[in-house]
């Protein structure tokens, strides 16, 4: 067995050289979005329950069933975080980064830091970056081997997973000085350290000290398709939706986020543009069936009318205007093609907030 196991590892072993994300057939993609499916949807196998996801890349012609489970080291974000859990790959450089990280902090508050999940893993000719909503993931390095936590099972989970050049890091660094993320575990050592100050200053907890505190960044991906990054920190004091990215974006947003937390917010039609919470998720033309919000703790939100789409960390709640935490959005016809249509239902603005809605206005 611990043969078969080596065996696995050895097919599986990429030179870190060649750091990307990889697809769900194995193959490097630029970037990739998986969207795990909450554990009441659909039938299957009782064991596979809310292991089971959707699949999207550039050239997946739209969501697609997952190859597998998403406990799967063969899948595309076992397959991405490989790098982690081979024991001597020396020329890697990594942050992890959770406000739920697997082990409690002892040392360091997670209530002070940003509200953000993601993992940062750089390679000699590049590197990746996800953003995820996945509490107490991934798993730490020393771990034997990728793996999906139990705790996340039950509920919907997105991951964004973009690839990139090292040159877009210092970018990405910065913006994080944003977010303010607990970093659980990180590796940069000798020329990844003296390459990427500003991801050494986020290890050692610095965070930005002065206004403006959101910060807004173009990034390119290694095939060359643009992500905006959007960033705030607690000081910010709004919501990060209505407060800023409705108006960025200049555009109507339907936001799927976790609905359970206290202070929620409900949907605003008080700016120029609408910000509608989703209450309802499809997949289109698949057999399956239409999920709760209350069943998804995955963060993302459409432009109804296109063309942006975004994955992100944060909730619509009062208690995260306050937070630290952010976005990544693009304008990829593929990416909002397979957002747009997973909105079944939306909560409407009440009437109060509707005050100056561009459609009472006039505007
Ligand atoms: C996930 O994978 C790990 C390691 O491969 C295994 O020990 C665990 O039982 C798996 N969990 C599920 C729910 O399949
Ligand atoms: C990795 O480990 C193997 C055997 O344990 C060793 O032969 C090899 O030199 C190591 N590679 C690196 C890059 O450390
Ligand atoms: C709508 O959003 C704006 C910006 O976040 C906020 O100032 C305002 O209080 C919100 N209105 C309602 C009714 O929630
Ligand atoms: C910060 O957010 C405000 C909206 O609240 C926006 O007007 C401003 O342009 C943003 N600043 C940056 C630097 O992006």
């Known amino acids: 067995m611990a043969a078969l196991s080596q065996l696995l590892l050895a097919l599986l072993w ?3 050289g060649s750091l990307t994300c990889y697809g769900d057939s194995g193959q490097p993609v630029d970037w990739f979005v998986v969207y795990k499916l909450p554990a009441q949807s659909g039938s299957g196998v ?3 329950r809310g292991l089971r996801y959707k699949y999207l890349d550039d050239h997946s012609g739209g969501w697609r069933d997952g190859v597998g489970s998403i406990n799967s080291s063969e899948g595309a974000v076992g397959r991405s975080l490989l790098p982690l859990y081979q024991k001597n790959a020396s020329q ?3 942050l992890l980064y959770n406000d739920q990280p697997p082990k409690p902090s002892k040392v360091l508050d997670s209530s002070r830091r940003g509200h953000t999940k993601g993992v940062l893993l750089l390679g000699q000719n590049g590197g990746l970056w996800i953003v995820h909503s996945v509490p107490r993931f991934p798993p730490p390095s020393s771990s034997a ?4 936590p139990p705790n996340a099972q039950l509920y919907g989970q997105t991951l964004l997973c973009v690839s990139f050049p090292l040159a877009q890091f210092p970018k990405i660094g910065r913006q994080l000085t944003y977010t303010y993320p607990l970093v659980y575990e990180h590796k940069l ?19 930005v000290r002065h206004e403006p505190w959101n910060s807004s960044v173009t990034l390119t991906s290694k095939a060359g398709a643009i992500f905006q990054s959007f960033a705030k920190f607690g000081n910010f004091g709004d919501d990060l939706y209505s407060g800023w990215l409705a108006g960025a974006l200049g555009s109507n947003l339907q936001v799927q986020f976790w609905p359970n937390s206290r202070g929620t917010l409900p949907s605003n039609c008080s700016g120029v543009y609408q910000v509608l919470d989703v209450t309802q998720i499809a997949f ?19 432009a109804p009318e296109g063309p942006w789409a975004c994955v992100g960390d944060m909730n619509r709640n009062l208690a995260e205007e ?11 016809p593929t990416l909002w093609k397979a957002f747009q249509p997973l909105v079944k239902a939306w909560e409407p603005c009440r009437e109060e907030s509707r005050a100056f809605s561009p459609a009472s206005s006039g505007e």
């Open 14 to 16: 990429v030179p870190v």
């Open 46 to 48: 009782a064991a596979q």
């Open 92 to 94: 890697l450089a990594f």
């Open 145 to 148: 081997a990728y793996s999906w």
């Open 189 to 207: 050592e000798g020329d990844f350290s003296e390459k990427f100050p500003e991801l050494e200053e986020l290890i050692k907890g610095y965070h």
């Open 284 to 302: 289109p033309g698949s057999a399956e069936p239409t999920f709760s919000a209350t069943e998804d703790h995955s963060k993302w939100c459409v």
């Open 322 to 332: 306050h937070r630290g935490g952010g976005i990544v959005c693009a304008q990829l």
